[in-house]
């Protein structure tokens, strides 16, 4: 038995098993380890990849299985979380309002189960990337739309920063990320960005070069020195800054062409 062409397949199994244990530990109201299985999980996304780039071993199957790996990690467990924090803004809202109603709590509390399930939209747009990833031979050395370990990594930031950084400069985060109507608003801008015809570009090194990889370099040094400064409050910033350098960037191309 060839034990090399399974390391890869291995590797994105336990980016799968990091996403299971990720949909338990958000169900279970613990969104910090679902966070932190989610960065884990990310790291074994890109090794996955990398590894089988290295042994030569790469094929249809380890592409199939990474897709359905992504899938669970970077597609349901976003939509749980989203879930999940929204459902704490909710109820936290109504019952730590000072104008809180108890008529207009019952009026609101009829529509709260269909307004629950908006996050998942991001769990069915995850789906819809992945399969147009699949087929568009456009995605081989980039992207179109916002990767969804990308969006996971976004959406998974906010508990980390509720629990351990809500207040940077004087301003408190926690306004933000317990307001209902910005959480629901975020989740389905980031569906759309999913499936957008948005280029990006993709962070795959042919070569070590400054001017081939001057871009993703200059991404790269950007976020080690957001993350440095401001730590889990960066994670949303660098995501949104990869956006902004894509746009740039495409802007740039099509200008010089």
């Known amino acids: 038995m060839n034990i090399k062409k399974h390391i890869p397949n291995a590797i994105t199994c336990g980016n799968l098993f990091c996403g299971c244990l990720a949909i338990v530990s958000a169900f279970n109201g613990n969104l910090i380890a679902s966070a932190y299985l989610v960065g884990i999980a990310a790291v074994l996304d890109f090794f996955d990849g990398f590894a089988a780039r290295i042994l030569k071993v790469s094929g249809e199957l380890g592409k199939q299985l990474d897709s359905l790996a992504d899938m669970v990690t970077f597609g349901v467990v976003p939509g749980v979380v989203m879930f999940q924090l929204v459902g704490q803004a909710w109820w936290g809202m109504n019952i730590h309002d000072s104008t809180f109603d108890p008529e207009l709590n019952t009026h609101l509390t009829k529509y709260y189960p269909y307004i629950a399930f908006i996050p998942f939209l991001i769990t069915i747009f995850s789906a819809l990337r992945l399969a147009k990833f699949n087929i568009d031979t456009r995605q081989t050395t980039s992207f179109i739309g916002v990767p969804t370990p990308a969006n996971s990594i976004l959406i998974c930031s906010l508990p980390l920063i ?18 209902v ?77």
């Open 162 to 179: 509720q629990a351990f950084q809500s207040t940077l400069f004087g301003f408190d985060f926690n306004t933000i990320i317990t307001n």
């Open 181 to 257: 109507h910005f959480l629901l608003g975020l989740s389905i801008l980031m569906s759309y960005l999913l499936v957008a015809e948005l280029p990006l570009f993709a962070l795959k090194f042919k070569n070590f070069g400054w001017a081939d990889n001057k871009l993703r370099f200059s991404f790269l040094i950007i976020s080690v020195l957001l993350l440095a400064l401001l730590q889990f409050i960066a994670i949303p910033f660098i995501i949104f800054l990869y956006i902004v350098l894509s746009v740039i960037n495409n802007m740039y191309t099509k200008n010089k062409i």
